[in-house]
């Protein structure tokens, strides 16, 4: 049984940061495509980044230069370094994980919060 577990969302100030962690059990990160999504209400949810097995990376355009995805192999956790954050990145994020034979996983969402 894969689990997917996030933590790290909360309420910052805009152009302050957060750090989300994504802890798997049931399966190995660096085997897995991992991801973290975002949805907003009313909005559909959207890729924020993602991770590959082989480790190379890509982002959305609203939060490249500003998001790192990364991952430890070693605590089997992914990461979302959130820097410069903007109101409209306010959402409930998910982790995401696909496996070798294409079958997906999702955690329970995390929410972010960006307000003065």
């Known amino acids: 049984q894969v689990q997917l577990v996030e933590s790290g969302g909360g309420l910052v100030q805009p152009g302050g940061s957060l750090r989300l962690s994504c802890a798997v059990s049931?399966?190995?990160?660096?085997?897995?495509?991992m991801g973290w999504y975002r949805q907003a209400p009313g909005k559909e949810r959207e890729l924020v980044a993602a991770?590959?097995?082989?480790?190379?990376?890509n982002s959305g355009d609203s939060v490249k230069g500003r998001f790192t995805i990364s991952r430890s192999n070693a605590k089997n956790t992914v990461y979302l370094q959130m820097n410069s954050l903007k109101p409209e990145d306010t959402a409930v994020y998910y982790c995401?994980?696909?496996?070798?034979?294409?079958?997906?996983?999702w955690g329970q969402g995390t929410q972010v919060t960006v307000s003065s």
């Open positions: 049931g399966s190995i990160v660096s085997d897995n495509r």
């Open positions: 991770i590959a097995a082989g480790s190379s990376t």
């Open positions: 995401n994980a696909v496996d070798w034979m294409g079958t997906s996983y």
